[in-house]
């Protein structure tokens, strides 16, 4: 069955799917001001969501709103500007910072291109908050495909925030809930990416942590 052909028979509707992936964006976006002055507007718009992923984004909300802003700024930091194994761009994961991560990012910048959406300067085509605003207010098929495409990607980073304990989790799995069901194909990529960690990592660092069973890093 063709991705969008598994989309549309999906639980979550259109609207639901583009919904969660505008929060999640905005979640998963360095804390200033002005995300915690909307957190009462996603709150509400957290409502118009299925249970899941209604209940994974107000978890995240709740911590936003409950913690000062010089810790969510510190914590932010640690969890995806300090760490490898939860970084939120998505190509990283399968090509590290080897040549072949260039050709990924033209996937997405091409993806952009033709859709007509413009980045910043200072923006990589590949970090999830892109991709998931691109999904969600521009073109939410090519979207989808990008997210699909590099799904493995965003399934080690939600296994490295479930390591970490991190409140970010919810985010994540949020996304998740928006696509098709991991299949065997996916479970043995992340297993061998988990196993292998991402080419060119410098000697000493840490490899990624096994997973669960069952389950598959701006």
């Given at each position: 069955m063709s991705l969008l052909k598994a989309l549309r028979r999906h639980p979550i509707t259109d609207r639901q799917r583009a919904l969660t992936h505008r929060m999640s964006a905005l979640l998963l976006a360095y804390p200033d001001e002005r995300l915690l002055a909307d957190l009462p507007m996603l709150r509400a718009a957290a409502t118009e969501l299925p249970e899941s992923p209604r209940t994974d984004l107000l978890g995240v909300i709740e911590w936003l709103a409950t913690t000062p802003l010089p810790e969510l700024t510190e914590r932010y930091v640690e969890t995806f500007d300090l760490r490898r194994r939860s970084c939120l761009h998505l190509t990283y994961y399968a090509h590290g910072d080897t040549r072949n991560r260039g050709a990924a990012?033209?996937?997405f910048s091409n993806a952009y291109r033709r859709a007509g959406?413009?980045?910043t300067e200072d923006e990589l085509p590949d970090h999830l908050c892109v991709v998931l605003e691109f999904a969600a207010t521009v073109d939410p098929d090519s979207g989808a495909r990008l997210l699909?495409?590099?799904?493995a990607g965003l399934e080690l980073l939600r296994l490295a925030l479930r390591d970490e304990d991190s409140p970010y989790l919810g985010a994540v799995t949020a996304v998740d809930t928006t696509l098709p069901p991991p299949n065997n194909r996916l479970n043995d990529t992340v297993a061998?990416?988990?196993?292998?960690?991402?080419?060119?990592?410098?000697?000493?660092?840490?490899?990624?942590?096994?997973?669960e069973t069952g389950r598959v890093h701006s």
């Open positions: 990012l033209l996937v959406f413009v980045l699909h495409r590099y799904r061998r990416l988990i196993a292998e960690g991402p080419p060119g990592e410098e000697v000493g660092l840490a490899p990624f942590a096994p997973p």
